[in-house]
């Protein structure tokens, strides 16, 4: 840090006082500064400067104003009301991982909340798992950091933490905590589920616009936890399927439709108080959840061989989309109203009754809603000579039981999609409130 | 095509006549002038033009010298002496596919390798896998391409192509042909291999600096060989672990430690020529290899729990550099000159006898290297508690018999690391040279 600092420009006025929102491209640009510097040192030395120094990203680029690739690059807020990685603007790549907890100590799980939460905090900011980084512990030590992100940017990570049902079973005194709403889910039609790729005590969603970034945040946090939690499943996705914010294109699934076009954006903060966060009079025993979330994960497996040798209209007739513009049927433009009683000039509806659009429809759900937060994924092959490949479906709501449970089952029961499409993989899983600085995830739970 | 044209500035100078090399973003920049719409006609139609009009990248960014951002956006020249993607700078992505050929027909496999070649060709310019895109089949038969890739830019996609042993087992008339250097990998100390990650009769390696476009590459080959190949295995890498260019910063493998400092790069001709280009001189009844090179893949599983918990000096020792920087032990800095009579403090050698560095080096190997151009993975969990993470080795060479068979002689046989890996998959393939326009993949086998 001493040697050859850059030339560094006035801090900015923007910069916040404490240190755990300050990103690492803000602590390099003001690292000369000994007022800053102290900042840095107050938060346990080396820190966010730490992975700083390989940055292997120039100097003009860190400095700009954020947009394109310095936006993808810079850091987002740890701290705040709500949890980030939820309405975050969804970002490229996911590492997602289920744990179960192996130790029957309610305080080591404590502790480990409180390690995971710093640890994330620091890792969000671009900086080091903990303050010793990959050499700060000496020779005789295991380094502090795995160092597989070392000189990358904080590149928009998110970590987001959830307690599944199972984490309320007794073993640590949480029995009357566990919310109404953190209810299994029942069996759906159709469902071909592996225990392998559903369930856990824990889960963590890194994401993040470098996949190794998020790889590193995952890697780290269950390496910080060994002996007390012990990974179940992890699944990573390379491209996200929903847009979480109106700044964003809609990207396609791995059937090569638009999708979440009618999701809930970040800007929408009424249907994000309708849909997707826990209100204080929502549970009288679960007050923890307050500003809260559910996480409904699905492994959807898609039969992409036998989708890419049907026609382009039994593909668009399932969907209720056309796949080049992904305009409702009957429709010019993408985010033209869905009309569901038009007709074709066949005299059928031109989105037909079984459409994906259509039964997953809040009109058809009594006004249902979910943030979708999905990933396309392509793990190896199924050993029979097709590609496993699909979506990993992540969504965001305020109670399973109204929101993902009754429009699973009408997609189970009715969706043309069925027929291309396996789900082999589910969780559920209640995410805490956001932390303010100093708290620790979860600390309203054990309080 | 014909709606609200872009301003474009003049053509590149620099433009190719041929449209197959030309760029998508090229074909972008000069859409609205005669001269060039003539040559996309001449193309077929719609081609790169399809995929371009989707393009979520701004105009500004498109038109802009290719550097940052752009330059990871943009097209790399499918053909010419040498196949694309081996000594191209490596991109930050890879999707490898291993595939079975099913039929028995020679005439067949020819005709699909013409059809691939046609396909990676347009896919590398940034455009769909055949003219008519997701939508030019009309309703009533299955898109010529499959989606997911649509809008996004061409990416630094290159996709290579290699044939393995069994290819040349007398089914397709190979057998007279097949190189000598061709042979089957033998059995290594420690080798812990799978059939289902191991062999196949072809490969397909495509490299992107976006994995959804590298995915789209491999999916649209594989959905035009149904019924004539079957994926065998396939790997996603979340992220280079070598650099094949000077220009390149050397990236961090799984184990957190820079990975191919000591590379073949790009710029060093003279040890292209002498390490990794067949030469026509090499094996007279395999001429068609010339200008060809050999591909060694290797899935590494990285026991990176037990490594975690290791010292720091452990790690080091057993590299034989420093974490933070790189260095070779005893060295400052990281491309330093490995210096292997040099002693310790404590009269021991500074990089031990068993580092891994010591044993890989050609100065140990009578002066064999290799040009390395692996991944890094994370795919799930074992079932155990553990990430199923590590490296997906991809080497090429002039003759894996001289060179690669030699090095993992010695590393199976006495490397440090073999305490924290796993060899699980392996294969080799025969990548032949590079196509001139209207080539395809192999001609010059097939002839």
Redesign the interface.
């Given at each position: 840090m001493t040697a050859t600092p850059p030339q560094p420009p006035e801090p900015s006025s923007e910069a916040p006082a404490e240190v755990p929102g300050v990103s690492r491209r803000r602590l390099l640009g003001v690292s000369g500064t000994a007022a800053v510097a102290g900042v840095v040192a107050g938060a346990g030395g080396l820190w966010a400067a730490e992975r700083a120094s390989?940055s292997?990203t120039s100097d003009a680029?860190a400095l700009a104003a954020p947009s394109?690739?310095a936006a993808?690059d810079a850091a987002i807020d740890f701290n705040g009301e709500h949890q980030a990685g939820i309405v975050t603007p969804a970002q490229d790549?996911l590492?997602f991982?289920a744990l179960d907890v192996v130790t029957k100590d309610r305080a080591e799980l404590v502790a480990l909340l409180k390690t995971w939460t710093r640890a994330a905090e620091r890792m969000t900011a671009g900086a080091e798992a903990a303050p010793g980084g990959?050499?700060g512990?000496?020779?005789?030590?295991?380094?502090e950091?795995?160092?597989?992100?070392?000189?990358l940017p904080a590149s928009g990570l998110t970590v987001t933490i959830g307690f599944g049902p199972s984490l309320f079973d007794g073993r640590f005194g949480l029995a009357d905590r566990r919310p109404a709403a953190l209810a299994d889910l029942p069996a759906f039609p159709g469902d071909q589920l592996e225990a392998?790729r559903s369930g856990g005590d824990l889960c963590i969603q890194a994401c993040a616009n470098?996949?190794?970034v998020a790889?590193h945040a995952?890697?780290n946090l269950?390496?910080l936890g060994?002996g007390t939690v012990?990974?179940?499943?992890?699944?990573?996705g390379?491209?996200r399927t929903s847009s979480t914010s109106t700044s964003q294109?809609t990207p396609?699934?791995?059937?090569?439709?638009k999708d979440g076009t009618a999701n809930v954006k970040a800007e929408d903060t009424e249907a994000l108080a309708q849909h997707v966060w826990v209100a204080s009079d929502d549970d009288a025993s679960a007050g923890w959840m307050t500003g809260g979330s559910y996480l409904v994960a699905r492994r959807i497996r898609m039969h992409?061989?036998v989708w890419?040798?049907?026609?382009?209209?039994e593909?668009?007739d399932v969907i209720g989309r056309?796949?080049?513009e992904g305009a409702p049927l009957g429709g010019a433009k993408e985010f033209d109203a869905l009309d569901f009683a038009r007709k074709a000039p066949d005299g059928q509806p031109a989105i037909p009754m079984n459409a994906h659009v259509r039964l997953a429809h809040e009109s058809n759900l009594k006004g249902v809603r979910l943030l979708r937060r999905g990933y396309?994924f392509?793990?190896?092959?199924d050993?029979v000579?097709?590609?496993d490949?699909g979506l990993f479906f992540v969504a965001f709501m305020r109670d399973p039981r109204r929101q993902f449970v009754p429009m699973q089952q009408a997609l189970a029961e009715k969706d043309g999609l069925n027929e291309y499409i396996e789900h082999n993989g589910s969780a559920v899983f209640a995410c805490p409130p956001g932390t303010q600085p100093g708290q620790f995830w979860g600390q309203q739970l054990f309080a």
């Open positions: 390989g292997t680029g394109g690739a993808l790549r590492h991982v990959l050499v512990g000496g020779p005789f030590a295991a380094p950091d795995t160092g597989e992100a070392y000189g392998a470098d996949p190794q790889v995952v890697r269950v390496r060994f012990s990974a179940r499943w992890s699944q990573l390379f491209g294109a396609r699934n791995m059937f090569g439709f992409i061989e890419d040798r049907t026609s382009l209209q593909q668009e056309d796949k080049k396309n392509t793990d190896g092959t050993g000579g097709h590609l490949a």
